[in-house]
């Protein structure tokens, strides 16, 4: 049964809020988007999602079917229930305005760090809180022989999607990236689907 649903839009960002036992469906709609995800306990806003410790406690730099993502503190926040992509990043941080100004060399682009602190205001969660340490869903990167990282295009097609299931109440911040300067998200950001099931 579905609890709720909502259609993000490419640079906005959106508060979701799920209990324990609940399910978060993260749906790419068109193909070739990447949705920016951070996670907070509902009750305790200092614990947050860590991808190193995911890293370290998964043995992995990939994120799979199955796998634990954890917070700051240890501790089991969800748990990827269904996958059909099987590619996504847990290695690069959440991207703000002097991301697209160092990389680019574009000022004032629209960036998931404002967008996210737009959306988790009502919330009283200041922009220090929000962690840089993010889920990008669907983001496609390749490691070269040498250590090297290069961004490409996701593999995710239309409908493509992720389930997760919480072990916690959870406030769950997702913003589907607006970068249109790389292979990112196809070079035209796209809407994000998201469903909470019972």
Request: avoid cysteine; hydrophobic fraction near 40%.
């Amino acid at each position: 049964m579905t609890r709720r649903a909502a259609q993000v839009r490419a640079g906005k960002g959106e508060v979701f809020e799920l209990k324990a036992d609940q399910f978060l469906q993260i749906s790419d709609m068109l193909g070739k988007q990447v949705a920016i995800m951070a996670a907070f306990n509902a009750e305790d806003h200092s614990e947050v999602l860590s991808t190193v410790h995911t890293r370290a406690i998964n043995h992995s730099l990939l994120l799979l079917k199955d796998h634990g993502l954890y917070s700051n503190r240890r501790n089991k926040m969800l748990t990827v229930i269904e996958d059909t992509v099987g590619r996504h990043d847990i290695l690069f941080p959440l991207d703000d305005e002097r991301a697209y100004l160092d990389d680019y060399g574009v000022e004032g682009h629209r960036n998931s760090l404002d967008a996210m602190a737009d959306a988790l205001k009502k919330y009283e969660i200041e922009r220090e809180q929000i962690p840089i340490d993010v889920v990008n869903w669907f983001m496609h990167i390749a490691l070269k022989p040498r250590g090297g990282l290069e961004v490409r295009e996701p593999l995710s097609e239309r409908n493509s999607n992720v389930v997760l299931k919480a072990h916690m109440p959870l406030l769950v911040a997702i913003v589907p990236s607006p970068n249109d300067q790389s292979p990112m998200n196809g070079f035209t950001p796209t809407d994000i689907l998201v469903r909470i099931y019972i």
